[in-house]
T-cell receptor, first 114, second 114 residues
Framework: AQTVTQSQPEMSVQEAETVTLSCTYD???????LFWYKQPPSRQMILVIR??????QNATENRFSVNFQKAAKSFSLKISDSQLGDTAMYFC???????????FGAGTTVTVRA | DAGVIQSPRHEVTEMGQEVTLRCKPI?????LFWYRQTMMRGLELLIY????????DSGMPEDRFSAKMPNASFSTLKIQPSEPRDSAVYFC????????????FGPGTRLTVL
């Protein structure tokens, strides 16, 4: 399995503020996908955003955006205008283009304070 | 679509008993995955199927674990005999070929072995 590293076990942010979660990964391949999944207290895993490695443009989904630095093997997630419902554990995940297995990082717990 | 369905949502059993977890993937999806989530080890891929055929079971921890997919709409993960260290949340996920490797997760089964 690929190594996916999330170095921040926990983060706290004030409502309406911005928080950035870091993720690094290790691969020598060029074709792969990167994902951020959200796991709220209900424990349901929900896909937040996806990035294809062959795309230079950073993916954006509403208040969620990524900073994909391919050379640095870095894939950070920015949550803008944080809402209480964003409180969850966030997992970074990696998959090769032609391999359907996902490798997950250890997760970052995000708490949004009112 | 109802999404990935798992049953039961919670299971409490005693050591040595047989446990069967069930999963119904999203209709039309080609791939089915079983994951285990624990505090110590995070999210681990146990096994995955493509068109009902097991492709990679290298994550199955021991011979006590077995998984089957008798048809495209049903899969089971069985633990026999169960042990306290098997206590975890077990997720099933499904995916469609050529869908950017995006996986859709079920709500999980929380297993407690006493």
């Amino acid at each position: 399995a690929q190594t996916v590293t999330q170095s921040q076990p926990e983060m706290s942010v004030q409502e309406a503020e911005t928080v950035t979660l870091s993720c690094t990964y290790d691969t020598s391949e060029n074709n792969y996908y990167l994902f951020w999944y959200k796991q709220p207290p209900s424990r349901q895993m929900i896909l937040v955003i996806r990035q294809e490695a062959y795309k230079q443009q950073n993916a954006t989904e509403n208040r969620f955006s990524v900073n994909f630095q391919k050379a640095a093997k870095s894939f950070s997630l920015k949550i803008s205008d944080s809402q209480l419902g964003d409180t969850a554990m966030y997992f970074c995940a990696f998959a090769y283009f032609n391999d359907y297995k996902l490798s997950f990082g250890a997760g970052t717990t995000v708490t949004v304070r009112a | 679509d109802a999404g990935v369905i798992q049953s039961p949502r919670h299971e409490v059993t005693e050591m040595g008993q047989e446990v069967t977890l069930r999963c119904k993937p999203i209709s039309g999806h080609d791939y089915l995955f079983w994951y285990r989530q624990t505090m110590m080890r995070g999210l681990e891929l146990l096994i995955y199927f493509n068109n009902n055929v097991p492709i990679d079971d290298s994550g199955m921890p021991e011979d006590r674990f077995s998984a089957k997919m008798p048809n495209a709409s049903f899969s089971t993960l069985k633990i026999q005999p169960s042990e306290p260290r098997d206590s975890a949340v077990y997720f099933c996920a499904s995916s469609l070929v050529n869908s950017y490797n995006e996986q859709f997760f079920g709500p999980g089964t929380r297993l407690t072995v006493l």
